[in-house]
């Protein structure tokens, strides 16, 4: 997610991190997702989901984070399973932006990663 206002100043970015054992709360599978810009929007808004992989299919595993702010400079949340169940899991983040000029900007990423509890 990448775009520019005037003079470059708020250029946009989305990152989610691979499926981990978090740390807060404890132990249990977890994906962040953070989209970032370089100025102040209104709005910035992130969303994560977390997936278990299944041999046929994957299974949404926990409630869907959500943020949305207003006059910052980015938007971060995480989506995280009520207990640890070892496996391999699918994180999706995604991040939207109205920039004040009027350009919306908007994207999604993908990110694999195994929790061992």
Not at 62 to 70: M, N, Q, S, Y
Not at 90 to 100: A, L
Request: charged share 20%; hydrophobic share 25%.
């Amino acid at each position: 997610m990448s775009g520019s206002c005037p003079e470059q100043k708020c250029q946009c970015t989305l990152k989610v991190d691979n499926p981990h054992k978090s740390h807060t709360p404890l132990h249990v599978p977890n994906v962040h997702s953070r989209s970032a810009c370089k100025q102040a929007q209104a709005p910035i808004r992130a969303t994560a989901d977390l997936y278990e992989v299944g041999f046929w299919q994957e299974t949404k595993v926990a409630k869907r984070g959500d943020v949305t702010t207003r006059g910052k400079n980015y938007a971060k949340t995480n989506a995280a399973r009520s207990k640890c169940v070892s496996g391999d899991y699918h994180g999706v983040g995604s991040g939207y932006v109205d920039h004040t000029n009027g350009t919306k900007l908007g994207g999604t990423h993908d990110t694999y990663g195994t929790v061992k509890c």
